[in-house]
């Protein structure tokens, strides 16, 4: 089996790398820094196009582990296919939960609070006041309950909230209190003054945010999108936010980038940000411990770290 590597960062700025194995560094660029073929072990570039990730899968027929630096692995999953069986696609959990939980706070209490509103205020040199919705004694519903979803909830904890309902594909119990599965979703929206989507992109979850889930919001209710911009059908927000009935806070869009003159730069009561949860300060330090701490267990024939699935395996 070969030992080549692939790294999107540099191999010389990652602290501890594991003797015994040839690292490649490869960020996208147009040119392969070695045979795809003789890659064992590739991390795919960060914050790139789905088609630039995908692009080497094709040539990869020594590759065993797919590493993705996302906590999502939708943008690699159209080059699965191309991959031999028994090739363990891992994801990074762990590596973004503090930022995007910082990110989702942010836009929700930017939100609610009115930011947008000042920021355009001082640049006229206006000052306007008035009384804005506060978070305290407020009930949130978090969509996708995941390790993100939970770094949220962690960081709700302190706002003296009425309630956190909690949704994720299946029932169960946690220290914080139940997962409703998403069946319960009709039932728990009309409660909710903030909705946060931090559910992974699937075929279950993409459109889930359609025309029915927006008419069961809440008046005046906000709508939260950290998760994957085609979880929301765009044109079914667009419609609602018409409205004037519930507003948005997206990091993420559909599509994404958001091209200039689309609806939703203009659409009242919206706060976008450029899916920007994950890339801060917070990522680079802990993609690096994952990548060191995998790469050692990868070497030595240790079980992984978030191991999604297994390419030719039932299911996969």
Not at 59 to 79: F, K, N
Request: charged share 20%; proline share 10%.
């Amino acid at each position: 089996m070969s030992a080549d590597v692939w790294l999107p960062i540099p191999p010389k700025d990652v602290d501890g790398l594991p003797d015994g194995l040839e690292y490649r560094f490869w960020d996208g660029g147009e040119t392969f820094p070695a045979d795809p073929a003789d890659c064992s072990f590739y991390v795919v570039p960060y914050m790139k196009p789905s088609e630039v990730g995908v692009r080497p899968m094709p040539r990869m027929t020594s590759v065993r582990v797919v590493q993705t630096l996302s906590a999502g692995i939708d943008h690699v999953e159209p080059g699965l296919g191309h991959l031999p069986p028994g090739v363990r696609l891992c994801n990074a959990r762990g590596v973004h939960e503090a930022s995007t939980a910082e990110l989702t706070l942010t836009l929700v209490l930017a939100s609610l609070r009115g930011i947008p509103d000042f920021v355009r205020a001082q640049d006229r040199g206006e000052w306007r006041g008035g009384f804005r919705p506060a978070l305290a004694d407020k009930t949130v519903l978090i969509v996708g309950y995941g390790a993100i979803g939970a770094a949220i909830e962690d960081r709700l904890a302190p706002f003296e909230l009425a309630r956190v309902a909690r949704v994720a594909r299946s029932r169960r119990t946690t220290a914080r209190g139940l997962v409703q599965p998403l069946t319960d979703l009709p039932a728990l929206l009309p409660e909710a003054d903030v909705v946060i989507l931090s559910t992974p992109l699937t075929e279950t979850t993409r459109g889930l945010v359609d025309a029915g889930f927006l008419r069961r919001m809440k008046d005046g209710a906000l709508l939260v999108n950290v998760a994957r911009g085609p979880v929301v059908d765009t044109g079914a927000l667009l419609a609602e936010l018409g409205t004037g009935r519930i507003t948005a806070a997206l990091d993420v869009t559909d599509p994404e980038p958001l091209p200039p003159g689309h609806p939703l730069w203009q659409a009242p009561g919206v706060l976008i940000s450029p899916h920007v949860g994950g890339p801060t300060s917070a990522f680079l330090p802990r993609a690096e411990r994952l990548l060191v701490d995998q790469l050692r267990r990868f070497l030595n024939h240790e079980p992984l770290r978030n191991v999604i699935l297994t390419t030719g395996a039932a299911g996969a």
